[in-house]
């Protein structure tokens, strides 16, 4: 009955998802055209909205304490929502004209480019096995259990495995059949 309940919630989310998008203005500057729910854009959700590949607004989502974070999303109402972080870190910014910035919170970092008076996300990186994917795979999980939640990525020559999704990448680094890191990260830079 769970089961049903979740599938339900899923495709509702599904449904919501393909009705918004990213739009770019003018300027280039990258807007979310819906929020991921009702609470705002900062895209307070349950855990279990976002499930097996499902995603907020654009590629994966990673999802903490309900709160979404996506790639390429205005960080303000992320900001707002996470609070602040337990440690931050700034520097001009190599392919933009202003700061790219780290927040680093419990378990994990958001990176920051800046496009207009805005910053918008540019990577999630997750530090440890107290945070895991929207699908369930943290530092720690086996090879086995990545595959079974996002299927058979793309293997680079210096062993990373790659999922890309709507102009993002997901990247494990495994050693020995066990992940070692996970990142989140937006191909805005790629040329």
């Known amino acids: 009955m769970r089961r049903k309940y979740l599938s339900i919630i899923l495709l509702l989310f599904v449904s919501l998802i393909i009705a918004c998008g990213n739009n770019q203005d003018e300027n280039e500057t990258i807007t979310n055209s819906c929020p991921l729910s009702g609470q705002g854009e900062a895209g307070i959700v349950s855990d279990s909205t976002i499930n097996n590949g499902a995603t ?3 590629g994966y989502a990673f999802v903490d304490n309900g709160i979404a974070v996506v790639i390429d999303a205005d960080f303000a109402p992320i900001l707002a ?36 008076e805005r910053d918008f996300v540019s990577a999630i990186i997750l530090r440890d096995d107290t945070v895991a994917t929207a699908e369930g795979v943290m530092i720690g999980s086996t090879r086995a259990a990545m595959e079974a939640a996002y299927g058979t990525g793309i293997v680079t020559a210096d062993g990373e495995v790659i999922y890309s999704k709507d102009e993002m990448r997901l990247v494990f680094i495994l050693t020995d059949d066990k992940i070692v890191s996970i990142e989140y990260q937006t191909m805005v830079l790629d040329i």
């Open 56 to 58: 907020a607004v654009n």
């Open 81 to 116: 929502a996470l609070g602040e972080p337990r440690s931050y870190f700034e520097a001009a910014s190599c392919a933009f004209e202003g700061l790219d910035k780290v927040y680093t919170y419990g378990g994990f970092e958001i990176d920051t480019y800046p496009r207009g």
